[in-house]
Nanobody, 123 residues
């Protein structure tokens, strides 16, 4: 059984930064791509970023390109999402997930999910 635990969320002013972490249990973390998704109230869960198993390939939704960076430390079974220049529209619950088929934009291609961490950006 794989467990994913996110941390690092909080309240920040517009223009600020946060770094989210996702710690994974299990010995196969380094074999899988990982992704970050977010869900705002009343909206669907949307793709944010993904990273390949070895970190060589990343993908981002257009709205966060140049502001967010996904990275991973396979020795620590952890994936990160560094967020800069945060905007009120970035407010959401952020989830990490384990990918089944590379850097997919579709939530259907992720099989394990964390419980989420709240990010709130005030204007």
């Amino acid at each position: 059984q794989v467990q994913l635990v996110e941390s690092g969320g909080g309240l920040v002013q517009a223009g600020g930064s946060l770094r989210l972490s996702c710690a994974a249990s299990g010995r196969t973390f380094s074999s899988y791509s990982m992704g970050w998704f977010r869900q705002a109230p009343g909206k669907e869960r949307d793709f944010v970023a993904a990273i390949s198993w070895n970190g060589d390939s990343t993908a981002y939704v257009d709205s966060v390109k140049g502001r967010f960076t996904i990275s991973r430390d396979n020795a620590k079974n952890t994936v990160f999402l560094q967020m800069h220049s945060l905007k009120p529209e970035d407010t959401a619950v952020y989830y990490c997930a384990r990918g089944r088929f590379g850097n997919s934009y579709s939530a259907a291609n992720y099989d394990y999910w964390g419980q989420g961490t709240q990010v709130t950006v005030s204007s």
